[in-house]
């Protein structure tokens, strides 16, 4: 057990040396070497920033869909010839009733695999749509996959529409991923008020042109909407001249003539077209423009607009006009988002909290190796020896697969100091209780590093299902300290079985003969 | 030789009225769930005006409407930890808070930290808290059962129940706060009091397989004996690397490393008085783990 090839000595000494190469690499700044630029990243909690986590709300996305759905079945089976009544949806569910000699034919289009009614994905031997029938009574739904395409689909189009909306911003190195099937996750390292992204996250950004209307009659319908004070309130067409989509760019600007701060916008060709056809119909009347519901302001139209560039003004600060212009240039949300988690540390209390963790860090390391000096003489050297370059493997480990360190990650590294010591331990007291009946050295020695194996790996497994368990668990910063636990029970083991156990070794082979050895 | 096979009975007795206690203490006081769990929003504030105190900022913030609000020095004299329910769910609650504070005290105040968790949110932490301790548990009785025989599984999982029932119930009897942190530490106790306890067990069973003339109720407290050393030594190493985040760490980690600690030291007790005794009541012999190596 105590001998060592020259080889394998060698093998060992590179491989930490290595890793101590690239943990020393966080220390350096702006090195090109591709092996020596990495670092381990700060998590939230260490270098400030902002954690968000998004649900979509997608109640009225399945509610514009199913109206959508009922003009369509409606149409379908018009086309077709067959009679549907009471056509209308109720609590999330299409409803209608059809006579008896037409009951079976609706429910074999609705099953039939190339139906163009109703999408059938053969990936998931699913519909899109289920149809239930009682006593003529028809009832249309989703189905699990259908809702399922449809929330990741809108979950698709809104990450999409985040990320722009952040790299807008212009923050450094955001971090957006889906969670789940509805969820979207943020992290904004550095940022430590949140408050413009959530409000601007917070915006579903539909814009339309409609025209106000007087009478109450219009063939598209009208709805009365309130202006961005909640006081006034105006009549307005559902017919929609231009909406967001159409727009190609828009920015803040100063009108030169009114002194005030705009958004301008440029239109597509198709929107320029519709909107040169609107105004010069529309001149006299009042085109609102309608942001999520609500008027931003409703000017009259004097000319024409053919050139397919307008202005938006509504009492804008240049701040809130910048904010709107960027809404419209990325897009609209498909529905709306919830911020539904929110963490955020600043960055001096993460300074704060990467000291503490230091000094705690500091302060646990001397203790420990002064006990184990205390207790152990030469072999507390040999073993704190051991510990160091075990720290230095672990952070060699967590810069080479640059993971993230966090406050409770710390507390990892911290613990590990404290237990990487154990398997040492049961070695050199295992020693000890040969050497009572054994007079070689060496002899026990041997039989020391052999018989404390089973409880050493046993112990150290246990400890290392309860990190697994926890990292797939735990999110963020206790994920951090899952790594952190987890990884040090490797660099322990590896430095207690081929490091302390080379310097054992060669102690022990040196003093063969001596009495009391340990 | 210290013989602690003299108190088992003793320990065991005192052991089952902890975990009563801790029990009815879970079921009629319960646990302080923090923002993680329950819900809310919480405030880490610095004010750099020291004529602020706790009483000032509790009035200014029961004005605003915000439900149950708790308010808190938290380490520094300068520093305080606000929690309340946020209730309406305003979206824009912080901003309030600040322009509000603002008014009413000047300029005074950074925002240090901020954290708002939905009720959606914390009620699926609840819930995978919950199943994390539960597949631990589950876990290691499943690794000590193939690696051991079932009777040592059984002791070994009666002792983490035990660690983890009792430190929950310390957390009840001082209500402090449960957070996501405590669950990592509850975890971490697990593993802990399992690696405390598989040390023993290793060297019970070597025992058995070399002496059959020694009764279980010997042979545990020699193998206790025997591992005594390691126990205390690395029980108190690690006792140094915690007490040393406890105090030095910060406080956010302040709960973290106690649960830690108070589990290090029912862990290292249990692994002695619980673990073991179920050995010694369950009758376990040479025969136990010979039939084992048969197979």
Do not use: C
Not at chain 1, 214 to 236: M, Q
Not at chain 1, 316 to 330: I, K
Not at chain 1, 477 to 487: A, D, N, Q
């Amino acid at each position: 057990m105590l001998y060592f090839s020259k080889l394998r000595i060698l093998f060992i000494s590179i491989l930490t040396i290595v890793f101590v190469l690239i943990a020393s690499s966080n220390l350096i700044k702006n090195n090109e070497d591709s092996l020596f630029n990495k670092k381990i990243n700060l998590g939230l909690d260490l270098q400030g920033g902002s954690y968000l986590l998004l649900e979509i709300d997608n109640d009225p996305v399945i509610e514009q869909k199913l109206q959508n759905l009922t003009t369509t079945i409606r149409n379908y089976f018009k086309e077709k010839d067959i009679r549907i009544n009471n056509i209308k949806i109720v609590d999330q569910n299409i409803f209608f009733n059809a006579s008896e000699q037409n009951k079976q034919i609706i429910i074999d289009v609705f099953n039939d695999e190339n139906s163009d009614l109703n999408p059938y994905y053969p990936r998931f031997k699913s519909h899109q749509l289920i149809l239930e029938e009682t006593e003529l009574n028809f009832k249309v739904n989703f189905s699990r996959q259908g809702l399922i395409t449809l929330k990741t689909s809108s979950q698709d189009q809104a990450i999409e529409i985040v990320r722009r909306r952040i790299d807008e911003i212009g923050t450094n190195e955001p971090n957006i991923l889906k969670r789940g099937n509805n969820r979207i996750l943020v992290e904004l390292p550095g940022l430590d008020d949140p408050m413009r992204i959530k409000s601007l996250l917070g915006k579903t950004a539909n814009l339309t042109f409609r025209f106000v209307t007087k009478s109450k009659e219009d063939t598209f319908g009208v709805e009365k909407l309130k202006y961005e004070n909640d006081i006034d309130e105006a009549i307005v067409s559902k017919r929609i001249i231009i909406s967001g989509d159409n727009l190609l760019d828009a920015q803040p600007r100063m009108d030169s003539q009114t002194n005030e701060t705009v958004v301008s916008f440029s239109l597509d060709r198709v929107g320029a077209k519709r909107f040169g056809k609107a105004t010069s119909k529309g001149i006299g009347k009042q085109l609102a423009i309608v942001l999520d519901g609500k008027i931003i302001s409703a000017p009259v139209v004097r000319d024409t607009i053919a050139s397919g560039s307008g202005q938006i003004s509504g009492g804008f600060t240049f701040q809130s006009a910048t904010d709107l212009a960027l809404l419209l240039r990325s897009g609209a949300l498909p529905a709306p988002l919830n911020i539904i988690e929110e963490r955020t540390v600043g960055p001096d209390l993460g300074q704060d909290s990467i000291n503490a963790g230091m000094i705690a860090l500091a302060i646990g390391f001397f203790l420990v190796i002064i006990f184990m000096f205390v207790k152990y003489k030469i072999f507390g050297l040999i073993t704190n020896f051991t510990l160091i370059i075990n720290l230095l493997i672990l952070l060699g480990i967590l810069t080479l697969f640059e993971a993230t360190l966090t406050l409770p990650g710390i507390a990892g590294i911290i613990l590990t100091v404290g237990m990487a010591v154990d398997a040492n331990v049961l070695i050199f007291e295992r020693i000890k209780e040969e050497l009572k009946n054994e007079n070689n050295n060496i002899l026990a020695f041997d039989s020391g590093y052999t018989k404390s194996r089973t409880a050493i790996i046993d112990a150290n497994i246990t400890t290392l299902l309860a990190a697994i368990i926890l990292f797939f668990m735990g999110s963020g910063p206790i994920k951090g300290f899952s790594i952190t636990l987890g990884v040090g029970i490797f660099t322990s083991l590896f430095s207690v079985y081929f490091i302390a156990r080379l310097l054992t070794g060669l102690y022990v082979s040196r003093h063969k003969n001596k009495e009391r050895l340990i | 030789m210290i013989s602690f096979n003299k108190y088992y009975n003793h320990f065991n007795f005192i052991s089952s009225l902890l975990i009563i206690i801790s029990l009815i203490l879970l079921i009629f006081k319960g646990l302080n769930f923090g923002i993680d769990f329950k819900g809310g929003t919480l405030i880490e504030l610095r004010s750099s005006d020291v004529k602020i105190n706790v009483s000032s900022l509790r009035d200014k913030f029961s004005q605003m409407n915000l439900g149950d609000v708790s308010v808190k020095k938290f380490g520094n004299d300068t520093d305080y930890l606000i929690k309340f329910e946020n209730k309406d769910k305003k979206a824009n609650i912080i901003e309030e808070i600040k322009m509000n504070l603002d008014k009413s005290f000047g300029n005074n105040f950074d925002f240090r930290r901020v954290e708002n968790v939905g009720p959606k949110v914390s009620a699926e932490l609840l819930k995978s808290g919950i199943i994390a301790i539960s597949l631990s548990l589950a876990v290691m009785l499943f690794y000590i059962w193939i690696r051991f025989e079932w009777q040592f599984s059984l002791g070994a999982i009666l002792a983490l129940f035990h660690d983890v029932i009792v430190t929950l119930g310390v957390f009840s009897l001082f209500n402090l706060e449960i957070n996501l942190s405590i669950i990592a530490a509850v975890l971490t106790i697990v593993g802990y009091s399992m690696n405390d306890t598989v040390v023993i067990f290793d060297r019970v069973r070597e025992n058995l397989r070399k002496y059959s003339d020694i009764k279980i109720y010997e042979l545990t407290n020699i193998s206790i004996n025997e591992t005594l050393s390691r126990t205390i030594i690395t029980s108190a190493t690690t006792l140094f690397a915690l007490l040393a985040i406890y105090f030095f760490g910060g406080e956010i980690l302040k709960g973290f490393s106690l649960a830690m600690i108070l589990g290090v030291v029912f862990g290292t007790y249990s692994s002695i008085y619980i673990a073991n005794t179920v050995l010694v009541r369950l009758k376990v012999s040479q025969k136990t783990v010979l039939r084992d190596d048969d197979k």
